[in-house]
């Protein structure tokens, strides 16, 4: 249970949600706007608290922690993937990965450290070569497959991406759902999505669907999509679709 | 977190808007650029007056008559006669005490040929270019005996010479007349310039103090007696020492006023310098007007800095920034501006100042706790305007941050 007080007014966000979500789980959360999944978001994201009830994020309540505990949890157990990248501008892909470890404060990591795990995480998403780029030299798809390294960097509990394809082309948007994908299924990383776009959740395999702040829909999807074997499927993109990072933005 | 990443995440969001940077850098380089300079030239001019004053020896003592009522009408400074040479012989064997000259001047026409000269004539005796460390340029200095016989010699001041007799003339052995009366010149002093009242040293003449009381006024008293301590550091020592043997041979009581005033060179320098260090304050003080307008552009920076940094805040929390590493980042970024712009403006107030010194051939001394002062009051305005914005920053909520558009 979420309310929110505004002014006289009480707004109750979200009436009575109850989840369980699986290690592994790839689940995607849809519903229109006012619906209460932005405020699932947040809660699950540990950047809120609900006023009552429990959260409990790998066998720990975190639903009454401090401020700055929760930006612990944040840092260590959750992977933020947003809409708008939110990449630090003038800084390179690598320096941009290597952000949530400078916050870690359970590991200290040395630079050298820091810079070898980042060099990893890149190349699992397939950016190893372009480290050294600032984000106004990479194409939307690349940008956010930084922002994807960066949530993946602290090894988190759950990846947590609101409306990642929303600025991305389809495309694009199938490149960056075969990532999560990916991860998902090599890796077993627990992804959540937040989406309103009905095409993009059945990349998932499990669908919730939320309405006036409860859950209305909780459902497996039968017909998962595959984002690698739709890309295969496509034809090549034209050459002008991919951005030479060398000739862009100089 | 470790202090060492606050100031590597400052550094890098410092780096990434380098013309922002550099631009509220220059508030503080200027303001402190500024104090820097005008302390340096303040303090150069008030050493300079120092230094003047204390080329005139810094452990002399001058015993000047104090003033006296008559009726009930009070007479001014020095105006008592009862400054006598028995003060002065006194004086001699106070402990500390090494050279003693009797005082009594006047002010008369000096007649030499066809050309006259209106000087000072400073009656003294033998000690006088002792205690002064005053070299002739030609002849010597009268004598013991011309003191005691009262004679009638004269030694000159070298404007007074050149006055009387052209540059680079030596008179010694010819005839001035003084009211009159003939002296004998026997000595012309080396040019010594002004004294620190701003008054011309070399416009003197002088005698032996006999012959002013006897010859010349017709007195018995004595105007001023000058001692020299053995050593400049015992001044204040010996200062007491003249003091109470001035008390016994003026006859006071005890409670009664001194009939006399004592006064070091330190007292003459404390006065002409507080002059100039008020001037100096006067400067400083505008200057650090500046300083001050420097540090609310910091705040002015770091305030719109803030608000547009709302999203990168917001990112920052999302990925693990608590609030008071937010909190550290800002306040250092604020710090490192006005650390650096308070070291880059220390070189510019030495450049500064040393251009002044060259262009103009002012003297100019940078003293080190200006340097200190302006390093300290850099970082004080970096902490204190960039509290504020930092604040603001650190009290973001995270989801409103990630929001802002």
């Known amino acids: ?250 | 977190m470790s202090v060492l990443m606050v100031f590597r995440i400052a550094l890098k969001a410092l780096g990434r808007n380098k013309m922002r940077t550099a631009l509220t850098m220059l508030g503080m380089i200027i303001g402190v650029g500024a104090v820097i300079t005008m302390v340096a030239l303040g303090t150069g001019a008030q050493n300079a007056i120092e230094e003047q004053i204390r080329a005139t020896g810094t452990n002399t003592i001058t015993v000047m008559s104090g003033n006296f009522t008559q009726g009930a009408v009070r007479m001014g400074e020095g105006s008592s006669s009862r400054l006598m040479a028995a003060d002065a012989e006194a004086l001699r064997s106070v402990p500390g005490v090494q050279w003693v000259a009797e005082g009594a001047s006047t002010r008369q026409t000096l007649v030499a040929g066809n050309q006259n000269w209106q000087a000072s004539i400073q009656g003294t005796n033998v000690d006088w270019p002792l205690i002064r460390a005053w070299p002739l340029k030609y002849g010597l200095f009268f004598t013991e005996q011309d003191v005691q016989a009262a004679a009638k010699v004269i030694v000159l001041g070298s404007n007074v010479a050149e006055m009387l007799y052209g540059a680079e003339v030596d008179p010694t052995g010819q005839n001035v007349r003084v009211r009159n009366h003939v002296f004998r010149i026997v000595g012309v002093f080396a040019s010594k310039g002004a004294s620190s009242g701003g008054q011309n040293q070399d416009d003197q003449a002088f005698v032996p103090y006999t012959t002013v009381q006897k010859k010349i006024q017709g007195i018995q008293h004595l105007n001023n007696i000058t001692v020299s301590a053995v050593s400049g550091d015992q001044i204040a020592a010996t200062t007491e020492a003249v003091k109470a043997s001035m008390r016994v041979t003026q006859r006071l009581a005890p409670g009664e006023e001194d009939t006399f005033r004592v006064f070091t060179q330190d007292d003459i320098i404390g006065f002409a310098t507080s002059q100039s260090s008020t001037m100096t304050d006067l400067l400083a003080g505008i200057a650090a007007v500046s300083l001050m307008v420097g540090g609310i552009g910091i705040m002015n920076i770091m305030l719109v800095s803030v608000t547009e940094r709302t999203r990168e805040i917001g990112l920052r929390m999302a990925i693990g920034a608590r609030g008071r590493d937010v909190l550290m980042q800002f306040l250092v970024e604020a710090i490192v501006i006005s650390l650096v712009g308070g070291g880059l403006g220390i070189a510019m107030g030495f450049g500064l100042a040393e251009t002044v010194k060259w262009l103009n051939g002012w003297p100019a001394v940078i003293p080190m706790d200006s340097v200190v002062m302006a390093v300290g009051f850099a970082a004080f305005v970096g902490i204190f305007f960039g509290f504020y914005p930092a604040r603001k920053a650190s009290g973001l909520d995270p989801i409103e941050a990630l929001r802002f558009e």
């Open chain 1, 1 to 250: 249970m979420r309310v929110y007080h505004m002014g006289d007014h009480e707004v109750r966000a979200l009436r009575g949600v109850s989840l369980d979500v699986a290690p592994g789980e790839f689940v995607s959360v849809t519903g229109p706007s006012g619906s209460g999944k932005s405020t699932f978001m947040h809660i699950i994201g540990a950047l809120d608290k609900p006023t009552s009830g429990q959260y409990i994020l790998d066998g720990k309540d975190v639903s009454q922690l401090s401020k700055d505990e929760l930006a612990g949890v944040r840092n260590t157990k959750i992977g933020f993937v947003f809409q708008g990248f939110n990449l630090l501008t003038r800084t390179t892909a690598l320096d941009n990965v290597e952000l949530p470890l400078l916050y870690n404060g359970v590991k200290k990591f040395k630079a050298a450290e820091r810079h070898r795990r980042a060099m990893e995480t890149l190349d699992i998403v397939g950016l190893g070569q372009r480290f050294h780029h600032m984000p106004n030299q990479l194409s939307g798809g690349q940008q956010q497959r930084v922002a994807i390294a960066r949530a993946l960097i602290n090894e988190p509990s759950i990846i947590l991406a609101d409306e990642p394809t929303g600025n991305l082309d389809t495309r694009t948007s199938i490149e960056v759902m075969g990532i999560f994908q990916r991860l998902n299924v090599e890796r077993g990383i627990t992804v959540m999505l937040i989406t309103h776009e009905m095409d993009i959740a059945e990349y998932g395999t499990r669908l919730i669907r939320f309405r006036d702040g409860r859950v209305v829909a909780d459902q497996k999807i039968a017909h998962r999509r595959n984002a690698a074997d739709e890309l295969a499927a496509l034809p090549p993109p034209e050459p002008d679709q991919i951005p030479h990072a060398d000739t862009e933005a100089h």
